[in-house]
């Protein structure tokens, strides 16, 4: 249960901290498998490609409406050029966001643990709400790439509260796109707020010239973990993963974590409805 003192120095030093074995075979499996059920379930009659590029970004209604609901998001390379996918359904997939912790009782139960419990509050979290929850597919050959972000710049709050709790659900490797991070890097300013445009849509506000680091510039390193890791992420981390020319799909969950006291800006993309309060790890 919970973390050690040293794992709970690392954090505070690095602003992540892998956590391997933390999540049992059984628990991992039934996550993809429960995926697996509703990505079949899902009938794509309203296409949103998600991608983190920022010049690619379509932050249309689909997106924005989906803080909190199940929603379906296509790699961007799940397409030919005639709009058909390239693939099975179950294998353009890029992600599922943003609410399965709360609306789906398998998600809600791996995302609700005593152990998780006693991580958020290692980690200094007094009234922690679960904010956003996403499954990751990385899927075999065309799963894209993240570039480097701050998890604050999608899921501020003032002050500055959230925490990603990242679980390798399969083996996620150099060759299919494992996280990579800069430790040390939280201490470092917030670079940009993604927010609601007054006039409808999204955009980015620069918050610091400060560069991020790039992939091959040396500062960020990898995080190659076995099935069942946790990796904690601190919200002003510097991380990035690669996309994903492997034939081996790199499945994950995560989910993000805020201060319950902390102020939630009106301007941030995610938003959920009056009808569905945060909850916490109870
Ligand atoms: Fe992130």
Avoid at 33 to 44: D, G
Avoid at 75 to 103: R, T, V, W
Avoid at 266 to 281: C, K, S, T, V, Y
Wanted: with cysteine.
């Amino acid at each position: 249960m919970g973390l050690t003192e040293k794992q709970r120095d690392q954090f505070e030093r690095d602003g992540v901290l892998v956590v391997e074995g933390f999540a049992d075979t059984a628990a991992c499996k039934e996550l993809i498998e429960r995926s697996r059920e509703m990505l079949e379930a899902f009938e794509p009659e309203s296409v949103s490609v998600f991608t983190a590029h920022e010049q690619t970004r379509t932050p249309d209604d689909y997106f924005l409406e989906s803080g909190d609901k199940v929603r379906f998001f296509f790699e961007e390379d799940a397409f030919l050029p005639d709009g058909s996918l390239k693939q099975a359904k179950e294998l353009s997939i890029n992600k599922i966001g943003h609410a399965m912790h709360d609306l789906d009782p398998v998600f809600s139960s791996f995302s609700r643990t005593p152990d998780l419990a006693a991580v958020a509050a290692d980690v200094g979290f007094v009234d922690p709400k679960l904010l956003q929850s996403m499954y990751i597919f990385k899927q075999p050959s065309i799963g894209g790439e993240v570039t480097c972000h701050q998890d604050s710049t999608f899921l501020y709050t003032d002050p500055m509260s959230c925490v990603g709790f990242w679980f390798a659900l399969e083996d996620a490797t150099l060759e299919n796109g494992c996280l990579w991070a800069e430790p040390g890097g939280h201490r470092g300013p917030l670079r940009k707020l993604f927010k609601r445009a007054p006039g409808g849509g999204t955009e980015f506000e620069t918050l610091s010239d400060a560069p991020l680091p790039e992939p091959g510039d040396g500062r960020l390193v990898p995080l190659e973990t076995p099935a069942g890791t946790l990796v904690l992420l601190h919200g002003q981390l510097p991380h990035y993963s690669g996309p994903n020319r492997s034939p081996r799909s790199r499945h994950a969950y995560s989910v993000h974590v805020i201060e319950g006291d902390a102020g939630y800006p009106d301007e941030n993309w995610l938003q959920r409805g009056d009808d569905m309060p945060l909850r916490g790890f109870a």
